[in-house]
């Protein structure tokens, strides 16, 4: 018979066992962390996903527009991730160019729930072989109407923040509640990332940006589904900020060659590298 004084023994060590293993689980999880960023790398590239139906070539004209109003041109670095997960990749990094623009888009960029699902798994697939060739472990995120529900898709389902750090998301004119107003009316994108934002990294910042014609749309997405953002980041990342912007260019299609989203991104996501270095320090 297994005496009482065994049972006892047992229960005790395996307490203290839990006790002490609390504590070196935290340990560990803040060496990581704290590996992660003094090891960051110089490179930090602005990933940039497009919407449905565009094809890689969507941010070209921002792309010019910021080049022109730099003393330092950007790299511009494009993939299309094919349907049987082939990548085109065409571009050049440029020497000492710390801040490159990579745009990632699919061949299969059709609208709708299923297919956002699926690239996402693809925008998966082309940020591990852009960090093979390019060997960064930190960037910062743009994307354009759905591209916005793409990223966020996947930074809650494959994102690795052991392996990754991303900062700062700015999404712009994104549905996030689809065609539907009513934010009592959830759509199944809705429900899905608001199931999994506790998977959202805590530390993140993120801008959404909704463009304003008549005061209830940007010509296509209503300002209600870009606002259901806020159930998704709200309280869940370290700042979330929405930003509507109007006057000329608040079109859909025109919002990322908007002046005003220009001056913001450059504000938020690209003058922002310094000063995240210094606090990481």
Do not use: C
């Not at 511009?76 to 094919?82: G, H, Q």
């Amino acid at each position: 018979m297994f005496k009482k004084s065994n049972l006892i023994w047992l229960l005790s060590l395996l307490i203290i066992t839990i006790i002490l293993g609390i504590p070196a689980a935290n340990w560990m999880k803040r060496e990581v962390k704290s590996d992660r960023a003094a090891h960051r790398s110089v490179l930090d590239p602005v990933i940039m996903v497009p919407g449905s139906s565009a094809t890689q070539n969507r941010f070209d004209s921002f792309v010019k527009i910021i080049n022109q109003e730099t003393a330092r041109p950007h790299s511009l670095i494009k993939v299309t991730v094919e349907r049987n997960n082939q990548m085109q990749i065409s571009g050049k990094l440029l020497a000492h160019d710390h801040r490159p623009f990579m745009v990632i888009a699919f061949a299969d960029n059709a609208d709708g729930y299923r297919p956002i699902q699926r690239q996402a798994a693809w925008m998966n697939l082309a940020v591990n072989r852009l960090e093979k060739i390019y060997g960064f472990n930190r960037f910062s995120g743009i994307g354009h109407s759905n591209g916005g529900l793409i990223w966020t898709l996947y930074l809650e389902k494959y994102f690795d923040q052991n392996r990754f750090s991303l900062d700062r998301l700015m999404t712009i004119g994104t549905p996030y509640n689809f065609n539907e107003r009513d934010p009592k009316k959830q759509t199944n994108i809705l429900k899905e990332l608001i199931k999994g934002k506790k998977k959202l990294p805590r530390h993140l910042i993120v801008y959404s940006i909704n463009g304003s014609i008549n005061y209830t749309t940007d010509g296509l997405v209503a300002a209600e589904s870009v606002a259901a953002g806020k159930y998704i980041f709200q309280g869940q990342v370290a700042h979330y900020t929405r930003i509507t912007v109007t006057g000329s260019d608040t079109e859909h299609s025109d919002l990322p060659q908007n002046q005003q989203i220009i001056k913001l991104i450059k504000q938020n996501i690209l003058e922002t590298q310094h000063r995240s270095d210094i606090e990481q320090k």
